[in-house]
């Protein structure tokens, strides 16, 4: 079992750029999860993603926005880069299933974004 | 709003001893879950152990144990017999039932000396 997997592991872009990052979610899980990790600080909720659609968001602009295929693969894109982008960015699945348990999420190594 | 705070940015043990990592939330919820991650540096961040609110019980993985005091919105993370590999930052979260969004704390950076 690869577990979740993330692409690409590192990443340079300039201010203004559009980027897209990747996630394979650990193999039997349906749901992704995306979360930016600033420098010293702890993981942002960004949004979550169930069968092809955006379930729950955070408190990010709309310059942040995703794609979950049928695979249940996940794509995270960034529009119009800010300095403020840089961060590493993990991806996180679990599977959806059990109304009244939480299943646990499993974290991907992330993708180290700079924003030059 | 659920908010996590943890107030030791660093911390150091010796090999063997037993440490105490220190946690606060605030969730108006009485549906929620709490969590410990931890984060090496190679960035993986990997669950240490987690606690349902509804649960009395304090939750115990081996050599990690938390103290959960529902009361006080305060749950510390005990680690025993620290090991070399313990060396990490360690996270404090909290899941509001129903909910997707895990809101963290910013860490805690734990280095275990041989």
């Known amino acids: 079992d690869a577990g979740v997997t993330q692409s690409p592991t590192h990443l340079i872009k300039t201010r203004g750029q559009q980027v897209t990052l990747r996630c394979s979610p650990k193999?039997?899980?349906?749901?992704v999860s995306w979360y930016q990790q600033a420098l010293g600080q702890g993981p942002q909720f960004i949004f979550q993603y169930y069968e092809e659609e955006e379930r729950q968001r955070g408190n990010f602009p709309d310059r942040f926005s995703g794609h979950q295929f049928p695979n249940y693969s996940s794509e995270l894109n960034v529009n119009a880069l800010l300095l403020g982008d840089s961060a590493l960015y993990l991806c996180?699945?679990?599977?959806?299933?059990?109304?009244?348990?939480?299943?646990?999420?499993?974290f991907g190594p992330g993708t180290r974004l700079t924003v030059l | 709003a659920q908010t996590v705070t943890q107030s030791q940015p660093e911390m150091s043990v010796q090999e063997a001893e037993t440490v105490t990592l220190s946690c606060t939330y605030d969730?108006?919820?009485?549906?929620?879950?709490l969590f410990w991650y931890k984060q090496p540096p190679s960035r993986q961040m990997i669950l240490v152990i987690r606690?349902?609110?509804?649960?009395?019980q304090n939750a115990t993985e081996n050599r990690f144990s938390v103290n959960f005091q529902k009361a006080a919105k305060s749950f510390s993370l005990k680690i025993s017999d620290s090991q070399l590999g313990d060396t990490a930052m360690y996270f404090c979260?909290?899941?509001?039932?129903?909910?997707?969004?895990?809101?963290f704390g910013k860490g805690m950076k734990l280095t275990v000396n041989p």
């Open positions: 996180a699945s679990r599977s959806g299933r059990g109304a009244f348990s939480y299943n646990e999420q499993f």
């Open positions: 606690q349902e609110a509804y649960k009395q």
């Open positions: 979260a909290v899941l509001q039932g129903g909910s997707e969004k895990l809101v």
């Open positions: 969730t108006s919820e009485n549906n929620y879950y």
């Open positions: 193999s039997g899980h349906d749901t």
